[in-house]
């Protein structure tokens, strides 16, 4: 069974710092592409950030310059560095990877459960 399991959010205020951590755990092959995505109250989910395995980062553009991503494929782990936070960016945010577990031959998209960030202002 393959689970992927976020830490690292919280309340922080307006300007400060959190690092999300999303580590995939489990009878895992490999692991193409992992990703944040967010999701306010009353908005739709959307892409924050993914890294492939290679380490090629792409970008929500209004993120750019105050969020890093950024992953260590021998812990099969992802990170995402949040730096001057504002309270727009809080949301629920996910970890997704696309991986391929030991028993099969295909790559399925896994999901973490999710961790709140909150930005008070």
């Known amino acids: 069974q393959v689970q992927l399991v976020e830490s690292g959010g919280g309340l922080v205020q307006a300007g400060g710092s959190l690092r999300l951590s999303c580590a995939a755990y489990?009878?895992?092959?490999?692991?193409?592409?992992m990703g944040w995505y967010r999701q306010a109250p009353g908005k739709q989910r959307e892409l924050v950030a993914r890294i492939t395995s290679g380490g090629s980062t792409t970008y929500q553009d209004s993120l750019k310059g105050r969020f890093t991503i950024s992953r260590d494929n021998a812990k099969n782990t992802v990170y995402l560095q949040m730096n001057s936070l504002k309270p727009e960016d809080t949301a629920v945010y996910y970890c997704?990877?696309?991986?391929?577990?030991?028993?099969?031959?295909?790559?399925?998209?896994?999901w973490g459960q999710g961790a709140q960030v909150t930005v008070s202002s």
């Open positions: 489990g009878s895992i092959s490999s692991i193409n592409d």
């Open positions: 997704k990877a696309d991986l391929r577990p030991y028993y099969s031959g295909n790559y399925y998209l896994y």
